[in-house]
């Protein structure tokens, strides 16, 4: 899966903006990409910063070195545009296997000052995918920088690839509780991030299935007393699912002051139910957290049960999912690993960033082993239909990237879906390829992007074969892979 994954910035779609300053000497596009490459490659703040003053760029440079953080240096792999105002190029971040496509372009008024410096995920381009390897090969290499990244203290979790429901490698390491010495095993549980949003998903087709809502039907069909009208009235639960409804997040600022106070799904709307679309629904792609909330108050309407109830009874049940859940965060629950965030070169307890329980946005909990029944459950029948899995994993929004609750991405037997999620202290990826019956599945309760990074290093390597080809159709190539798409 083309796991690019949205940190909190959605698309990582910089527009740049002019400073009004005495143009210097003419310069060409190619010639500030490659002055920002090399410092950005270089990790060099002072000199970053320069070339992006220079290019009257009004960010600062440690967006782009948190950037790095996630992606690595970048390695050019093909100019898709080269004039003189404009170049267009599709490099890969060299820690993390993901396409990005870089955009520099001139304002011709005002040289050599930049009018867009864009970064956006793309597909990598066949011509420069990695090989696929053997199985015992893969495997033994993909051990290898577990034990590697768990020694060097930048990873603790639990990892899993399996075949038709069949675990061919189990890994685990580092620590659940560091204050109390307790070892990641295979009962820890690790916070999910967004992987919930594919439970929500599911719910939503569930009911669909049951003729209690349809995927046109809008929002003030089910909230009755649902506070915006507008809101209400012009987006539909299909914009909800796929990301084009145009609502925004409810990580933000104030986020940390208002928590207490979010206990219900419909405490949310008071404080993020008031703004308007950012886009005439379903025209464009925004990821919205806050779009999930309200696809969990519609299952509760629709369903008549409490979100966390529906689920339970309606998916982690029918999956055998017994370690999975919801509970508050000062719940104590039995094997739920601590979370922690890196500061100043530590790892700290992390507490601000966590949200009072989970949600059908994200912040739920699971094990690895039944993240893999969940899997299964889908790819046998127990949860949906197959044609509403298919719908489900096939790309529904604007740009490919996203069906109804799962990432996609790739066409015939490297087709995938599934989820990712990250936020301070959790990193949760979940891959499924259904023409090989592979699924990898990592989970981590440290910063993002070490563990999801190795989830991506084994789906693109994974051995395939013709048996099983699913008979759906192709999803085509994603022109936005997942990654710029994650939040919590």
């Not at 669909?208 to 012009?234: F, S, W």
């Not at 013709?466 to 008979?471: D, E, P, T």
Request: net charge neutral; proline share 6%.
């Amino acid at each position: 899966m083309l796991l690019i994954r949205m940190l909190t910035f959605a698309l990582l779609f910089f527009s740049a903006t002019a400073w009004a300053a005495t143009p210097a000497a003419p310069v060409s596009a190619k010639q500030i990409f490659n002055r920002w490459l090399t410092a950005y490659n270089a990790g060099n703040a002072n000199a970053l910063q320069t070339v992006l003053s220079t290019a009257g760029i009004d960010h600062t440079a440690q967006r782009y070195l948190d950037i790095r953080e996630t992606f690595g240096p970048f390695e050019v792999l093909t100019t898709t545009v080269d004039t003189p105002d404009t170049v267009a190029s599709i490099v890969r971040g060299t820690s993390s296997d993901r396409g990005v496509l870089i955009t520099v372009a001139i304002d011709p008024a005002n040289r050599p000052r930049l009018k867009t410096l864009q970064l956006e995920g793309v597909a990598i381009p066949d011509a420069f995918k990695p090989a696929r390897l053997e199985l015992p090969a893969l495997i033994a290499q993909s051990r290898a920088r577990l034990d590697t990244l768990a020694a060097q203290d930048k990873l603790s979790g639990s990892f899993l690839l399996a075949q038709d429901g069949k675990v061919l490698m189990a890994w685990h390491g580092g620590r659940a509780d560091r204050e109390q010495g307790i070892a990641v095993d295979s009962t820890t549980t690790f916070r999910l991030a967004s992987l919930n949003k594919m439970f929500t998903a599911v719910a939503i087709l569930q009911l669909a299935e049951a003729g209690k809502l349809t995927l046109d039907d809008r929002i003030a069909q089910h909230l009755k007393h649902y506070p915006n009208l507008a809101v209400a009235t012009g987006v539909t639960i299909r914009q909800l699912l796929n990301h084009t409804s145009g609502l925004g997040e409810i990580f933000d600022e104030a986020f940390e002051a208002r928590k207490a106070s979010l206990k219900t799904l419909a405490d949310y709307w008071p404080f993020y139910g008031a703004a308007a679309p950012a886009f005439k629904p379903g025209t464009q792609d925004q990821y919205s957290n806050y779009g999930y909330i309200l696809l969990g108050s519609i299952i509760e309407a629709a369903s008549g049960q409490s979100y966390d109830a529906y689920v339970e009874q309606h998916i982690f049940a029918p999956a055998g999912m017994t370690s999975t859940g919801a509970a508050p965060e000062a719940t104590l629950v039995p094997g739920r690993a601590v979370p922690y965030t890196l500061s100043d070169g530590q790892w700290v307890r992390e507490t601000k960033s966590l949200p009072l329980r989970g949600t059908s946005a994200g912040g739920g909990y699971s094990t690895a082993q039944d993240l893999l029944r969940f899997a299964e459950a889908l790819r046998s029948g127990r949860l949906i239909p197959a044609a509403a899995l298919d719908a489900a994993t096939l790309p529904q929004n604007t740009k490919g990237w996203y069906g109804y609750g799962f990432m996609v991405s790739g066409e015939g037997e490297q087709r995938q879906y599934g989820h990712e999620g990250g936020a301070p202290g959790a990193n949760a990826a979940l891959v499924a390829l259904p023409s090989n019956g592979y699924v990898v599945i990592g989970l981590s309760n440290v910063d993002p992007d070490a563990m999801e990074n190795v989830v991506n290093f084994v789906g693109n390597r994974l051995p395939l074969s013709q048996r099983g080809l699913s008979a759906s159709p192709a999803a085509p190539a994603m022109t936005r892979p997942a990654a710029l798409s994650r939040t919590r």
